[in-house]
């Protein structure tokens, strides 16, 4: 089938908006009408799949890298951050409601984080819909979170940000005609299909899961105008130190400890610093080194053969998808999940970051390089994601819960 009218729906995150991309290029190619409703600052990048753009005005940060998640998380941040996600999750609904009103789409998907406006509008139009998954998704049998909560300062009930949270969810609800539908109920409804962006074999508990949720692993398509990285001719091996394009706490001493211990090695290093560090703060560079504020990411996977990580989901999967073994410091809870994962099942190394040091974070590096039995799983798990073909499986299942409508 082809020539369905498919709205997509995201958060403004690099993380949740780049597997969509490769998946919208495939459903334009196949004759599909895509537009997609995204942060202004994504617009660009959204255009080149061919898909029509509904541009906001994010009320999150332009550059997440320009803000420091703190290393310990409280109560009053998850509070805050709850009502902030749930703004910005409402803050295109009037324009998307305004373009879309006239011209239905057959069909919503939607971020599983960013999924307001796209569910509200699918069950206000009675339309159907997909769920985009960007990390660990929970099955009635199996929770990777379970045990997370109990590591993590819970906000107060009473919190004036989540009484807003609530409030804003109400009466926004009560707006648009659907009075009848608790928050819980909107909140926590199933979907009939998720598209999980998360390798089958990285996901705990894969067999607990049923049709609903299909595992389409790492989408990973054209990103040139985000730019193109050349290898040196020194032929030294390449090894990329990222964090991501969040910002978080401590991050300079992190690039110090990561210098400390690769410079004098016979490897380019190229290090992609973020917002919050220059390369002036790393002092004199040696000519093996590179730093810059962001660099193209998938073009220096292509051709690394060690990554130094946070542990995010997004580029744990794109270092695993290019047959590249993570060394991984978690900064965040869930990080700490796929740190775990990555250690449990033998495809990298992890090291928490009250344990980093220049020494560790060496010693991790060079023992990963000649741990043949890992790199050989890496290996193996890059060709079953290439086998996979989850650009193309992603189009299918899409194109499939439409038809059934």
């Known amino acids: 089938m082809s020539g369905r009218h498919i709205a997509f729906f995201n958060y403004a995150a690099h993380g949740h908006v780049n597997p969509t991309l490769p998946v919208v290029a495939e459903l334009v190619r196949r004759g599909n009408r895509v537009t997609y409703v995204v942060a202004d600052q994504f617009a660009g990048v959204v255009a080149a799949t061919g898909a029509e753009v509904i541009p906001y ?21 998850m509070a805050e951050a709850a009502e902030k996600h749930l703004t910005e999750a409402f803050a295109p609904l009037a324009e998307a409601e305004k373009r879309l009103g006239d011209d239905r789409p057959d069909l919503m998907v939607y971020d599983g984080f960013g999924y307001a406006t796209g569910r509200l509008l699918a069950r206000k139009w009675q339309l159907p819909s997909v769920m985009t998954a960007t990390t660990f998704v929970v099955s009635e049998q199996c929770n990777p979170y379970a045990g997370l909560a109990a590591t993590m300062s819970a906000p107060d009930p009473g919190h004036p940000a989540l009484a807003r949270t609530q409030e804003l ?8 005609g ?25 996901q705990p ?102 990554f130094v ?7 744990t999967m794109e ?35 009250d344990a980093l040091d220049a020494r560790a974070l060496r010693a991790a590096v060079l023992d990963l390089s000649e741990d043949r039995a890992a790199r050989e799983r890496v290996r193996e798990l890059s060709a079953s994601i290439a086998a996979r073909r989850g650009p193309e499986l992603a189009a299918d299942t899409i194109e499939s819960r439409a038809a059934a409508s």
């Open 309 to 315: 990580s946070h542990a995010g989901m997004g580029s």
């Open 57 to 77: 005005e994010s009320v999150v940060p332009k550059s997440w890298n320009t803000v420091a998640i703190p290393a310990k998380i409280t109560g009053n941040d």
């Open 178 to 202: 659907l009075g009848d539908l608790s928050n819980e109920e909107f909140t926590g409804a199933a979907e009939e299909r998720t598209i999980v962006f998360v390798a089958p074999e990285f």
């Open 319 to 353: 270092a695993l998808a290019f047959g590249v073994p993570p060394v991984v410091v978690p900064r965040t809870g869930e990080q700490d999940l796929v740190a775990a994962r990555v250690a449990e099942l033998g495809l990298g190394r992890s090291i928490a970051p």
């Open 169 to 176: 969810l109400r009466t926004t609800l009560d707006a648009h």
């Open 205 to 306: 508990g894969t067999e607990t899961f049923d049709e609903r949720h299909v595992f389409v692993g790492p989408c990973i398509g054209d990103r040139a105008l985000q730019g193109t990285w050349q290898r040196p001719g020194d032929g030294r091996p390449v090894v990329l130190v990222a964090l991501g394009s969040f910002g978080y706490e401590n991050q300079a001493a992190f690039y110090r400890d990561a210098l400390a211990a690769l410079a004098d090695l016979p490897w380019h290093v190229v290090m992609s610093l973020g917002g919050l560090v220059t390369p002036d703060d790393l002092g004199p560079l040696p000519p093996n080194v590179e730093a810059a504020p962001w660099v193209p990411q998938l073009s220096v996977l292509e051709h690394a053969s060690a």
